[in-house]
């Protein structure tokens, strides 16, 4: 059974950064495509950014230039860094794997 696990989150002014990990385990992680979903109060759940197997990447546009999506097979981790952060990029953030597993979520708030 695949498990993920996020991490670090928190609340960060705006123009800052951020770095969320997602684990993995119970998973042929390599194999399989990752991604990031984010999710603010009142809205629908919204893909971020995934990662495929060979490393080929995709955001939504309002993400791009800001945000990169990583993998560490050797470890099964998935990365976001996420840079220049707004306001508007509150949510919960959500690790998705494509055999359709979903970790538990981080909130990440950016406010002054």
């Known amino acids: 059974q695949v498990q993920l696990v996020e991490s670090g989150g928190g609340l960060v002014q705006p123009g800052g950064s951020l770095r969320l990990s997602c684990a993995a385990s119970g998973t042929i992680f390599s194999i399989y495509t990752m991604g990031w979903y984010r999710q603010a109060p009142g809205k629908q759940r919204e893909l971020v950014a995934t990662?495929?197997?060979?490393?080929?990447?995709n955001y939504v546009a309002s993400v791009k230039g800001r945000f990169t999506i990583s993998r560490d097979n050797a470890k099964k981790t998935t990365y976001l860094q996420m840079n220049a952060l707004k306001p508007e990029d509150t949510a919960v953030y959500y690790c998705?794997?494509?055999?359709?597993?979903w970790g538990q979520g981080t909130q990440v708030t950016v406010s002054s």
């Open positions: 998705w794997h494509a055999g359709n597993t």
């Open positions: 990662i495929t197997s060979r490393n080929t990447t």
